[in-house]
């Protein structure tokens, strides 16, 4: 039986990977990487535990150990880690992969991790394959279809996720007629919505768009419950999301949290 090694973040992602990756057959080692993991994921897999992100050879011993042979990363690591004192207590290995790397950008330290892993004789999975389902085909997913002065906002805020992704700052922005109210940066998805909320006194809508060259091995865009509960509470309006690139977690939950607040949610084709 081949042997599945989920590195995972915040969030319910990790246990539909798992779970998947269990009804089709491989053997899954689960390593939580920051606190507050999905409690359901532990029951969910053949092997669980909890080591912090700063101990990256622990990591991958015990990936080793358990004859990991391929490996997928998936859930919210928000870089604030990175700068949070006491978060992070790095081990010989990850000191080494900081000061080999030219900057501190997401896809930057990404790729330095990936290295490590392939260099261990790991393959690092594309994150959609083993749940393609998550991944919706384009059109309107709610009850409730956008407005023309929302799809407006949608096509501009599209083009603005689109460009801060290229330059890897982030992957959502929050407009409001036509003008950016909050960009992604280091905070995350649902601090960015809350103060595009707050700035742009509600009626705002979310953007969410991958990079102009995504790398499907990690950092796909996602949200789901918890970002919709940002959404409602910043008094947004709808959110548009990119068609084979945006996971939407627990995507019935989320839907019908949507309908429920008369949200729009829209999946684009990237054309």
């Known amino acids: 039986m081949e042997v599945l090694g989920v590195l995972s973040g915040i969030g319910h992602l990790p246990v539909e990977v798992a779970r998947s990756a269990k009804s089709l057959g491989y053997e899954v080692v689960a390593v ?39 490996v997928t990363m998936i859930g919210k690591v ?8 006491g978060a992070i207590v790095p081990d010989l290995r ?13 896809d930057t330290i ?3 991790i990936v290295k490590e892993l392939e260099g261990e004789g790991m393959e ?21 279809k956008p407005t023309a002065e929302e799809l407006a906002d949608m096509e501009f805020g599209f083009e603005m996720a689109k460009a801060i992704g290229g330059l890897d700052i982030g992957q959502t922005v929050v407009v409001k007629n036509r003008a950016v109210m909050a960009v992604e940066a280091i905070e995350g998805t649902d601090a960015c919505i809350l103060r595009g909320g707050y700035l742009g006194k509600g009626d705002v809508i979310v953007c969410k768009a991958a990079k ?40 019935e939950k989320t839907i019908a949290m949507a309908d429920e607040h008369g949200i729009t949610i829209v999946v684009k084709e990237n054309k």
């Not at 990850?94 to 997401?106: E, G, N, Y």
């Not at 690092?124 to 409730?144: A, C, F, N, S, Y």
């Not at 102009?212 to 409602?232: A, C, L, V, Y």
């Open 32 to 70: 939580g990487v920051v606190p507050d993991i999905d409690p359901e994921l532990a029951s969910s897999v053949d092997h669980y535990y909890y080591i912090n992100i700063g101990k990256i050879g622990k990591i991958i011993s015990t990936l080793k150990k358990h004859k990991v042979t391929k």
């Open 78 to 85: 928000t870089k604030e880690v990175l700068y949070k004192a």
């Open 94 to 106: 990850a000191i080494k992969i900081l000061a080999s790397v030219p900057d501190r950008k997401d």
């Open 110 to 112: 990404m790729l330095a």
């Open 124 to 144: 690092v999975m594309d994150q959609t394959i083993l749940i393609k389902p998550l991944l919706p085909e384009p059109g309107v997913l709610t009850k409730r």
């Open 212 to 251: 102009p060259f995504q790398d499907q091995r990690f950092d796909i865009p996602g949200f789901g419950p918890k970002t919709m509960e940002s959404m409602i509470y910043a008094g947004a309006k709808g959110i548009v999301i990119e068609a084979g690139n945006t996971l939407i977690a627990e995507r």
